[in-house]
């Protein structure tokens, strides 16, 4: 199978911990993009890359949040100082741009949980 | 403020009868709207999508309409199966930006 995947699937750390999470894109993907979820509500933006290049951010990505693709394929976020206002499901998508719409694919999540 | 919205958190249908689960937005620039299903511990999972120079969108049992005057799209699932038993959001696609803007989703039911 080769869609998305995110590692780790499930996270429970300390409050003032630092946090990392990887996403596996779709192969050949150009696009990658963050979102976040919180009980009840849709997914948010957080961020995406078009190969190595962030080119969004949302606001809520605060600075204790940081994104990277480095070379194009997988990527990390990381979240420094977790405080429990981050507790949340993370999703990573990709997609496939030529131009015009994309339609972005999910991978499974990451469920964070600060105590 | 919600720029998409889903006003039905949850929806019950017999199996075999048609769901319509609806979804409203207020920014008439969206130009691209989609249909996403999730299952509990798993990511969204793309149906359908619909681009603003269309009305209908269809892919076997399931169809999005789109009405741009009313600003509203709707998708139309027939026959309903309890296999569909999910949330379900809508998003759009502001112009100019490749992000998504989701709804807080529906709760289907299908009953067997």
């Known amino acids: 199978d080769t869609g998305v995947s995110q590692d780790p699937r499930h996270k429970i750390t300390k409050r003032g911990q630092n946090v990392t999470f990887r996403c596996d894109p779709i192969s050949e993907h150009n696009r990658l993009y963050w979102y976040r979820q919180t009980l009840g509500q849709g997914p948010e933006f957080l961020t995406y890359?078009?190969?190595?290049?962030?080119?969004?951010k949302s606001r809520l990505l605060s600075d204790r949040f940081s994104a990277e693709r480095p070379k194009g394929s997988f990527s990390t976020l990381e979240i420094q100082r977790t405080e429990q206002g981050d507790s949340a499901m993370y999703l990573c998508?990709?997609?496939?741009?030529?131009?015009?719409?994309?339609?972005?694919?999910f991978g499974p999540g990451t469920r964070l949980t600060v105590l | 403020d919600q720029q998409v919205k889903q006003n039905s958190p949850s929806l019950s249908v017999q199996e075999g009868r048609i769901s319509i689960l609806n979804c409203d937005y207020t920014?008439?620039?969206?130009?691209?709207f989609l249909w996403y299903k999730k299952y509990p511990a798993e990511g969204p999972t793309f149906l359908i999508s619909i681009s603003s120079i269309k009305d209908k969108n269809e892919d076997g049992r399931f169809t999005v309409f789109l009405n741009k005057s009313a600003k509203h799209l709707s998708l139309h699932i027939v026959p309903s199966q309890p296999g569909d038993s999910a949330v379900y959001f809508c998003a759009a696609s502001p112009p100019g930006t490749y992000k998504y803007i989701f709804g807080t989703g529906t709760r289907l039911k299908v009953l067997a």
């Open positions: 920014n008439s620039m969206f130009d691209y």
């Open positions: 998508a990709s997609s496939f741009w030529t131009g015009g719409t994309d339609t972005q694919y």
């Open positions: 890359f078009q190969n190595e290049a962030q080119l969004e």
